[in-house]
């Protein structure tokens, strides 16, 4: 029987080639991205993950900091012409989503509950990727395609400085967005029973 959430998490590819071409608008992107993390779960409710969304100017302005950061860290050529033709990519995208999560919350969460405090950090991370994830199926949803990237935490200070982030405002993951003007590569599996164990 089918299952319409599979289906719709089929539909979530890591899309490299991202355009600009699409007819939603920003403010529509924005509620879809912004109703996908409102939707995450997140342990002890503690809804820790926190969200900036880049269009336009802003969006290019980040692509710019991580083009900027890795020049002078990418020595050889050949190795940075590739750096610079991936960063071009997600630049030609229509914007990007800046995962991140509040240590400040973590934190009150560790003095709250001390029998858990080493926890909390590792439960930060799962709301992080459940929300990541979320937005990510939401897009493809609308037909929008995304690759989720880690160029944290090389570019924390400039991001945190040029986007005015509060301080406990920790970078987790930078993910482009745009139209899908080329396929994603094939996805492979590996056997299920190396994978899942059923116990009855």
Do not use: C
């Not at 100017?57 to 033709?85: F, M, P, S």
């Not at 301080?167 to 599996?189: N, Q």
Request: hydrophobic content about 40%; charged content about 25%; proline content about 6%.
């Amino acid at each position: 029987m089918p299952n319409p959430y599979i289906e719709a998490i089929q539909k979530r590819r890591t899309i490299y080639s991202l355009g600009r071409n699409l007819s939603q608008t920003e403010d529509h992107l924005a509620e879809v991205i912004k109703s996908a993390v409102r939707e995450s779960p997140s342990a002890f409710n503690s809804q820790s993950t926190r969200v900036a969304i880049l269009f336009d100017n802003a969006h290019k302005q980040l692509w710019t900091i991580v083009n900027d950061e890795l020049r002078g860290r990418v020595k050889d050529e050949t190795a940075w012409r590739n750096t610079e033709t991936k960063i071009a990519a997600f630049n030609a995208a229509l914007g990007t989503v800046l995962f991140f999560e509040d240590q400040d919350v973590v934190k009150a969460l560790q003095e709250k509950f001390p029998s858990y405090a080493d926890k909390f950090p590792t439960w930060s991370e799962h709301a992080h990727g459940i929300a990541a994830h979320n937005v990510w199926a939401a897009l493809a949803q609308e037909g929008i395609g995304a690759s989720l990237q880690h160029y944290n935490p090389i570019i924390d200070e400039d991001v945190a400085r040029t986007f005015n982030i509060p301080p406990s405002w920790s970078l987790r993951a930078e993910m482009p967005f745009g139209s899908i003007e080329g396929p994603a590569s094939d996805k492979t599996y590996m056997p299920d029973e190396d994978r899942f164990r059923i116990f009855k």
